[in-house]
């Protein structure tokens, strides 16, 4: 069975840092790009950054872009997204999701059941 599993996530206060991990078991994460998306309440899920499989290359939300960074670690089948200098606005469900055709397809094959992240004082 094919599954991703996000874990990291929590309560940090303004300016903190969390890391994200999204681990896959049944399939090596290797062969996927791997995508970071968020949910907050009330607004539509956005993303976030990712990983792409054919040339390793990043992308990142401009929201994000410098706070956040996303690494794939293939002997632990794990992406990790690293964030840092949080804002009350990152609040959300953070998701990853997984696919062989890279950063650019709009569906995405495989997700994780999501987890929350939660910044404030």
């Known amino acids: 069975q094919l599954q991703l599993v996000e874990s990291g996530g929590g309560l940090v206060q303004p300016g903190g840092s969390l890391i994200l991990s999204c681990a896959a078991s049944?399939?090596?994460?290797?062969?996927?790009?791997i995508g970071w998306f968020r949910q907050a309440p009330g607004r539509e899920r956005e993303g976030v950054s990712c990983i792409n499989n054919n040339d390793g290359s990043t992308h990142y939300a401009d929201s994000v872009q410098g706070r956040f960074t996303i690494s794939r670690d293939g002997a632990k089948n794990t992406v990790f997204l690293q964030m840092n200098s949080l804002k009350p606005e990152d609040t959300a469900v953070y998701y990853c999701?997984?696919?062989?055709?890279?950063?650019?397809?709009?569906?995405?094959?495989?997700w994780g059941q999501g987890i929350q992240v939660t910044v404030s004082s």
């Open positions: 999701a997984a696919d062989l055709g890279g950063c650019q397809v709009d569906l995405w094959a495989y």
């Open positions: 049944g399939f090596s994460l290797d062969f996927y790009a």
